[in-house]
């Protein structure tokens, strides 16, 4: 009999109808009748499916003392309507069949609530808990909404490079690749030149697809990078990862204005499907993680984003008199709690931030003519801060080679990116999505290592 996935039965199954189930058993309960209540998960849903096992079925004596939380079961049997409240249904077992035991003794997943720094030391095992749970099925539900956003709009899906020679942010956070066996030459003790390490070339791992996703948007038109970036950046924060995924999509045609609308649009069209797709999860972040989680992700789907410029936005933080950890002025990075002041407290609502100062601010910007800004943006959102940073590329060529020379960048290291602007150049813009942050957004875990199955940060690479 082919298997019927738990979200399915307690969906859709009909009262008499045969059907097998398989899973992970979260609890059993014995009665002193003669029979056992097990709630059996598969992943499938939050919700579990109540199995009654009598002493009629086989083995059942022998057998159901080794079914305790954790062990793996499939169960046949018929459909009854469950007499309790909380479900539509539950099974009645005619057979079932123990896979794997788990004993109760070690098994590191017990009843009772477990932290979630204790649940990152068990990476492998989180899974099967409701809140690890939950945000696998989200994460999934996301990534599919954002195919969806930009297949709908005709966006063409690209791969870019992870193993790459340019430094896009020109912040020096790369990580070095290398094709050289380290312990064989320390052996030999040679001295080793990091700068030339992949078979004799520099390489290191993509921090972001933009650079390669120019050439595609200025060629066959708007597209979108989806895949793992890395930062070398000694961050021990609850929104920084050394590995995160990232959405890139590439605008041949668009100024910044046309980027801060499909940004928003964005946004709120993927929150919109998590809600819709997912309510049963949401429910559980809502009721579990933060009780404001629902009502927040409506206002974000409901309400136009505020859009400032970077100078007014300093004001505001300034002349709010409020004591922050770093003084903020005209000129510096605003750092996440600036950024959250400005949406949790100030506007109650995200923000865009646009026209950065250009001493801060990667080489590919567009300068403005003001001479001191550049055409960038970020998104910041309640809870987060910043999930976006994008901005309208700076596509005169004059213009990008002092830029590159300004950043200590040497042009002829970017022959193949300053050729886009001297071979048929049109105005372009593009901005980059931290998926993690996006999730934490949705599920108001405060710990963006609880938003990536396997989390690398300065302290965590063990799975
Ligand atoms: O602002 P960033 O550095 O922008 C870029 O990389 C551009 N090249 C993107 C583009 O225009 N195509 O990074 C973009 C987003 C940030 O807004 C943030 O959400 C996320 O990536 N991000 C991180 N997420 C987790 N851990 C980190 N260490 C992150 N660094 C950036
Ligand atoms: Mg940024």
Known sequence: MVRTKIKSALSASQPGETIKVCGWVRTRRDSKSGFSFVELNDGSCMANLQIVIDQNVSDYESTIKDV????????????????????????????????????????????????????????????????????TRVRNEVAAAIHRFFQTREFLYIQTPIITTSDC?????????????????????TKIDFSQDFFGKPASLTVSGQLEAEIFATS???????GPTFRAENSNTSRHLAEFWMVEPEMPFYDLNDNMALAESFVRTVIGDVLENCSEDMEFFNQRIDKTTLETLRNITENEFIRVPYTEAIEIVKSSGKKFDFPIDWGSDMQ???ERFLTEEHFKQPVIVYNYPRTIKPFYMRCNDDDKTVCAMDVLVPGVGEIIGGSQREERYDVLIDRMKEGKLNPDDYWWYTDLRKYGTVPHSGFGLGFERLIQLITSMTNIRDCIPFPRTPKNAEF
């Open 68 to 135: 305790t939380t954790g062990a793996s079961i499939t169960v046949s049997g018929k459909v009854n309507e469950s007499p309790g409240q909380k479900q539509r249904v539950e099974l009645h077992a005619e057979s079932f069949q123990l896979y794997g035991t788990a004993d109760s003794e070690s098994y590191p997943l017990q009843k009772k609530r477990h932290s979630f720094e204790f649940l990152r030391d068990i990476a492998h095992l989180r899974p099967r808990t409701n809140t690890f749970g939950a945000i």
């Open 169 to 189: 942010e020109g912040a020096g956070e790369m990580f070095q690749v290398t094709t050289l066996n380290l312990e064989h030459l320390a052996q030999i003790q």
């Open 220 to 226: 066959v038109g708007e597209c979108y990078t989806f």
């Open 336 to 338: 996440s709690e600036h």
